[in-house]
């Protein structure tokens, strides 16, 4: 898989409003910038083993069963649907966007969130599946360090636009959109994993 599609997947992944961006956001807004950020190094710095596990799990795992990439490609496809399926679902619910209390260590408190999440080593597996596994070592250091990058960068944003209270209610106003988006974006993905399959069994 082309590394811009993996890192154009992760950013729309990036614009959910999950538990990453709402205690960034959080932060932003019940503290300041700089706790923010240190939310932002706890969270990049789990994603970052999540993507270390992925890729290094999925290696072996390839090399030794080669069908574990069908089935893994067929999971995380299912996995992505069933985000876009939420998303869709809740386009007609009304927002609940609470400030929670901040606390003291914001750096520990991003990397808990982050690595609390297990479906975070679920999702990097999934949108690896059609990673090409020939690539040095060197290059898929690469990757990861684009993907920490990408995530640090955005994260950093959210908590610089969300110091300021207008952002919020900028955000909340179109969230509806980007959550519809997201869900095209997903089934769009899923559709490109299941061609890729297909031309596997195809080919073979």
Do not use: R
Not at 156 to 178: D, E, G, Q, V
Not at 184 to 192: A, C, K, M
């Amino acid at each position: 898989m082309d590394f811009l599609l993996i890192l154009l997947i992760h950013f729309f992944a990036l614009l959910l409003p999950g538990p990453d961006f709402f205690i960034v956001s959080s932060y932003a807004l019940k503290a300041d910038f700089q706790k923010a950020a240190l939310v932002v190094f706890g969270v990049s710095l789990a994603i970052f083993i999540w993507i270390v596990l992925s890729l290094s799990g999925l290696k072996i795992a390839f090399d030794v069963f080669p069908l574990a990439k069908v089935l893994l490609t067929i999971l995380g496809a299912s996995y992505l649907l069933y985000l876009a399926f939420l998303l869709l679902k809740n386009l007609n619910q009304k927002e609940n966007f609470e400030i929670l209390n901040y606390t003291a260590k914001p750096f520990l408190k991003g990397f808990i969130t982050n690595i609390s999440n297990v479906k975070a080593l679920f999702y990097f597996s999934s949108i690896f599946a059609s990673l090409n596994f020939a690539y040095d070592l060197f290059t898929l250091g690469f990757l990861i360090f684009l993907l920490v990058a990408e995530s640090f960068l955005y994260f950093l944003l959210i908590a610089l636009l969300f110091s300021s209270a207008n952002i919020k209610n900028l955000y909340l106003k179109h969230s509806k959109k980007i959550d519809f988006v997201c869900a095209l974006v997903f089934i769009g993905f899923v559709v490109y994993l299941f061609s890729n399959l297909y031309k596997e069994f195809a080919d073979g």
